[in-house]
């Protein structure tokens, strides 16, 4: 039996449904979600497997123009991502306008793979602007497949997924057909922290944290866990920790409820707060965090 396999790269600008998308897709919650800008950091793979197929979703942070070091290299994700696709799958939706960066979908339109082109969030539009930016999305890139979507609501997934498959090369599977991810439980127990600290910190608070795991022990019943927040100054250490540990202990307390319903296993975490003033700019500390090769 003739078997396609392929990596399958989801890019797009910030806020789009990217990571909602690629969870919907993969059946699993593999990038962490949330109204804010920036919220994936990282380039993360979730693996699909059919009988004759496999895919390979890869998740990648929003555009955006960097403004440090660290938002450079996430960009190189992108870069990266857009350079070892078989498939790319550019999201929009419809909120942006969809020209922003329009330098991206200069390079989509110059690009040698197959490109599919989803237009998210179609369940808070009205039919008239849908219609229109499918219009415009099929002007743009007349060689593209353009669907419209709701990733929330998992509406027209099939269709995405029947594309997909059907633009897959003939190759044998890059991954072990039981395997759903290249990252570790480590780096899930980092992100689930980052989540927490995105959904209860305000302003800049959180793009001006890193989360690294200091200790990672799994046990017969539980899997123990030493974390660390990294922040950039002692004023925001004390915004973290909170009036007498609070903010701290209603972070880990959610984040350890998350990691035992991913993990399926009980946790024990613990999670102290660090300065460090520049690991947003830092290549060895952004090497350690895995921003840099």
């Known amino acids: 039996m003739e078997h396609r396999s392929g990596f399958v790269n989801i890019i797009g600008n910030p806020n789009v449904g990217?990571?909602?998308?690629?969870?919907a897709l993969?059946?699993?919650?593999?990038?962490?979600?949330?109204?804010?800008?920036?919220?994936?950091?990282?380039?993360i793979m979730g693996i699909v497997n059919g009988e004759d197929?496999?895919?390979?979703?890869?998740?990648?942070?929003?555009?955006?123009?960097?403004?440090?070091?660290?938002?450079?290299?996430?960009?190189?994700?992108?870069?990266?991502?857009?350079?070892?696709?078989?498939?790319?799958?550019?999201?929009?939706?419809?909120?942006?306008?969809?020209?922003?960066?329009?330098e991206y979908v200069e390079k989509l339109q110059r690009i040698?793979?197959?490109?599919?082109?989803?237009?998210?969030?179609?369940?808070?539009?009205t039919q008239e602007k849908v219609l229109g930016l499918e219009?415009?999305?099929?002007?743009?890139?007349?060689?593209?497949?353009?669907?419209?979507?709701?990733?929330?609501?998992?509406?027209?997934?099939?269709?995405?997924?029947?594309?997909?498959?059907?633009?897959?090369?003939?190759?044998?599977?890059?991954?072990?057909?039981?395997?759903?991810?290249?990252?570790?439980?480590r780096f899930f127990a980092s992100e689930i922290i980052r989540e927490k600290i995105l959904l209860n910190y305000k302003e800049e608070i959180p793009y001006c944290c890193e989360v690294g795991i200091e200790s990672f022990k799994e046990g017969e019943e539980r899997y123990d866990i030493d974390a660390v927040i990294y922040v950039m100054r002692e004023s925001q250490k004390g915004i973290i920790i909170g009036k007498k540990g609070a903010a701290l202990k209603k972070t880990g307390t959610q984040a350890r409820i998350d990691m035992e319903d991913f993990f399926q296993k009980k946790v024990f975490l613990s999670i102290f707060v660090k300065v460090d003033p520049d690991w947003r700019e830092n290549k060895r500390e952004l090497r350690r965090f895995g921003y840099e090769d």
């Open 135 to 185: 219009g415009w999305w099929k002007e743009q890139l007349p060689g593209a497949e353009v669907i419209l979507a709701s990733a929330r609501e998992r509406f027209n997934l099939d269709k995405i997924l029947d594309a997909v498959v059907s633009r897959l090369p003939v190759c044998p599977p890059w991954f072990d057909k039981d395997a759903f991810t290249d990252k570790n439980l």
């Open 112 to 125: 040698a793979c197959p490109v599919i082109v989803v237009v998210n969030k179609i369940d808070i539009s």
């Open 26 to 43: 993969v059946g699993e919650k593999l990038s962490i979600v949330t109204a804010k800008a920036q919220t994936t950091r990282h380039r």
């Open 53 to 102: 197929w496999q895919i390979v979703y890869s998740d990648t942070p929003g555009i955006l123009k960097p403004s440090y070091r660290l938002q450079q290299n996430m960009m190189n994700f992108v870069d990266g991502a857009i350079g070892d696709a078989d498939i790319i799958l550019y999201v929009t939706d419809t909120v942006e306008t969809p020209d922003k960066n329009g």
């Open 18 to 23: 990217k990571s909602t998308l690629m969870n």
